[in-house]
């Protein structure tokens, strides 16, 4: 029974029971109108609403989520409870997030367990409440504290719900603190819809609808959230009900929500790989206290992994330690910590080394040293010898084949790469990268810690850059292809941004330093690689102007007091197209747009028919996590699946046509569109 009812004298105990986190699927609604009819007939004084476990209920069923739902639907169920003929009581045990939270709006009384959580986040599903949320909360809680959470999604304790006034206590055990109220105070209680209407408060919906302009750029269900909060203030109940129905009906549908819904399945499906299996780490080597060494040491240290950190010498571990105690700083000064708590966690869970001789035993070693194949294959020889045979060995590296650093292992089987982002302690993304000889339980293991840092995981196999890497640098690469034939840096960086990524491409450059991408040109050959389009323009900026980005005060950019777009530049650009004898021509934002996401999406598709990557989707999640492709548009390639592949094998075609060094299309986008398949079944076959 998905939903149980125990009567006991006149207080009936509705307990919904749908493990594991009670979502409102079908069988609960339905399971709830026959509680409801049988405790209507048992002539009950009052009725409490709980669930089983963790959860009260967490939200919808996700896997009604992209189709017409059933009847009964949440709305008149929640119209039910409210109007039901005696008192409904919210014994809220534990989460009670989006139809869970309503169903509890529409309740006489919610009482809160302490470790309870409520909140409406659909807007990060890219749809608003659709049950009565944006008009019940404001009229419980007033515009201005409803607008901000609802249209941030934001989900808050039980305290801070009872001080806004959303629970009316928070008590140990809600069940019997409902059953023990008195009648009086249950009589006092009115429905919330027979509340009367919130006041407006245009200035609070302003600062909502600018936060959102801001922190959910691109995204529309925000916004229109926000205007049915600010709507409960003049419309009738059942105006506001029927505009906040008809809009989720209207959002469910969308593209944003559709693309917010496989991002969020896709993420979760990745978390859940480390769930099972592998062996839990208590100790780990990080070899290298750098940008990445330090990052990724206090992570490991504030999920409780004990860290011995070796650099090369005294001044290298010096620099090591200062950079660890900086996060802990930051983290006290962000209030995430304690002084005391941080100058623990540093003394308890970290050590500071010179070279690999007194190192402590440790379960896995992660090099983040200097991009260099010598130097990391010095710092795997040193720890073969220094740990024991079974310790996972991991590299770091962005851009070096993991299997030519595994070159001399002792046991190779136990390597593998672990590509973190930076800052290391922040992002979520982690590319676990095979290598040739690793194996299950490596792997395991691995994706175990991953989990226990609460990253998110992507497998991938060994080329140049892994995926993100490797599309990133595709990107860059037509982005300068429309360079040298007649678009601006700010031109490309401002369409770019427009489509919704967190930067332009050339802004991102002068972040990160133009030196490490000219290095990596270097490398591979790039001016005179055969079958390649070449352009000079990046390599000459670093060779003739020494300009390495925001670090040497300028780059693609001038930086004086705010960026500028450099006249320098811009003159180099239409210096190398005149030299290359091209005609510079015009390019719309939409044309810029529409070249750089086929070319993400063209090298998605082949890095999926090269097998580096398992899914469409896991490229996805490392574009949207790694590198501020808008969430809100799935991924690369779920944004070029859902305009339509054969458009974009027309596209990839007429380009190919105009330009064949720049453009081909890959085998398997040509399957694709021939036999009608979809993105999520062209997956690597182990
Ligand atoms: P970094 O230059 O900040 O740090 C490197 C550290 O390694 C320095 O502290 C250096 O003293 C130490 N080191 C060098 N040789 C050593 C040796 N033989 N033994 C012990 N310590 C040694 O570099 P960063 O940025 O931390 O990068 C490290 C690695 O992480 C590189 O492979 C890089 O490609 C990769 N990576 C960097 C990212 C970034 O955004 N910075 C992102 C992802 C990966």
Redesign the pocket.
């Known amino acids: 029974m998905t939903v149980r009812v125990d009567i006991d004298g006149s207080v009936a105990l509705i307990t919904i029971d749908n493990p594991p986190v009670n979502v409102t699927g079908l069988a609960v609604r339905q399971g709830l109108m026959a509680a409801l009819d049988q405790v209507e007939a048992a002539g009950v004084a009052r009725v409490i609403l709980t669930g089983t476990g963790k959860t009260f209920v967490a939200g919808a069923d996700a896997r009604e989520f992209g189709v017409e739902p059933l009847a009964p639907h949440l709305p008149e169920i929640v119209a039910r409870i409210e109007r039901f003929a005696v008192p409904v009581i919210a014994a809220i045990n534990g989460a009670a997030l989006g139809g869970g939270l309503e169903l509890a709006l529409g309740c006489r009384m919610r009482i809160a367990a302490p470790q309870a959580t409520l909140g409406l986040p659909e807007v990060t599903l890219g749809v608003v409440p659709g049950a009565g949320g944006t008009q019940r909360l404001p009229r419980l809680i007033g515009i201005a504290d409803a607008v901000a959470l609802i249209s941030e999604g934001r989900v808050i304790r039980a305290a801070e719900a009872l001080d806004l006034g959303m629970v009316d206590a928070v008590e140990e055990d809600p069940v019997a603190a409902a059953c023990s109220l008195s009648v009086e105070k249950l009589t006092e209680c009115s429905a919330i819809v027979d509340l009367p209407a919130p006041r407006a408060d245009d200035q609070a919906v302003e600062t909502a609808r600018r936060s959102a302009a801001r922190r959910l750029r691109g995204q529309v269900a925000p916004d229109i959230a926000i205007a049915l909060v600010a709507g409960s203030a003049t419309w009738p109940p059942e105006t506001g009900l029927a505009e906040e129905r008809a809009a989720f009906l209207k959002l469910r549908s969308s593209d944003q929500a559709a693309a917010l819904r496989h991002v969020f399945f896709t993420e979760r499906k990745a978390m859940a790989q480390g769930r099972d299996g592998g062996a839990e780490i208590d100790t780990a080597v990080i070899?290298?206290?750098?940008?990445?060494?330090a990052a990724i040491s206090y992570a490991l240290a504030q999920v409780g992994v004990t860290t011995a950190l070796?650099?090369?010498d005294a001044a290298?571990a010096d620099?090591?330690h200062a950079n660890v105690a900086k996060l802990y700083s930051e983290a006290v000064s962000r209030g995430k910590s304690t002084p005391e708590a941080a100058d623990t966690a540093l003394a308890e869970r970290h050590s500071f080394h010179v070279g690999f001789e007194a190192l402590p035993e440790a379960q896995i070693a992660i090099e983040?040293?200097?991009?260099n194949l010598d130097?990391k294959r010095?710092?795997f020889a040193a720890l073969d010898s220094a740990l024991s045979g079974d310790a996972i060995l991991a590299t770091?590296?962005?851009?070096l084949d993991p299997n030519a650093i595994a070159e001399g292992l002792s046991n190779p089987s136990r390597f593998l790469g672990l590509?973190?982002?930076?800052p290391a302690h922040l992002m979520k993304l982690v590319e676990v990268v095979r290598a040739k000889q690793t194996t299950p339980d490596t792997l395991a293991t691995v994706l175990r810690l991953t989990a226990r840092l609460k990253k998110i995981p992507v497998l991938a196999g060994v080329c140049d850059g892994f995926i993100g890497n490797r599309i990133l640098t595709r990107y860059r690469q037509i982005c300068d292809v429309m360079l040298i034939e007649g678009a601006l840096p700010a031109q490309v960086d401002a369409a770019m941004r427009g489509f919704g990524m967190a930067m332009g491409p050339y802004e991102v450059q002068d972040l990160?330093g133009l030196d490490i991408a000219y290095a990596n040109r270097k490398r591979l050959g790039w001016a005179t690689k055969p079958g390649h389009r070449y352009i000079a323009i990046a390599d000459r900026i670093v060779d003739e102007t020494g300009r390495l980005g925001r670090k040497t005060g300028a780059g693609w950019y001038d930086y004086g007091d705010k960026r500028t777009p450099s006249a320098l530049i811009e003159e180099m650009v239409v210096a190398e197209s005149v030299r290359s004898g091209i005609s510079r021509r015009t390019f719309s934002a939409d044309e810029i747009v529409a070249r750089a996401t086929a070319a993400m999406a063209e090298e998605g598709l082949r890095i999926l028919q090269e097998g580096i990557a398992d899914t469409a989707a896991d490229i996805d999640l490392v574009l949207v996590h790694g590198y501020g492709f808008p969430r809100w548009r799935g991924g690369p390639m779920h944004s070029a699946e859902r305009q339509g592949l054969p458009g974009l094998l027309t596209s990839i075609e007429e380009f190919a046509a105009e330009d064949p060094l720049s453009w081909s299309v890959p085998d398997i986008l040509r399957r694709a569109v021939a036999e009608g398949l979809p993105l999520a079944d062209l997956t690597r076959k182990p």
């Open positions: 070899v290298g206290g750098g940008t990445m060494g070796v650099e090369t290298g620099r090591a983040a040293v200097f991009e130097v010095g710092v770091n590296t962005s851009y590509h973190f982002f930076s990160s």
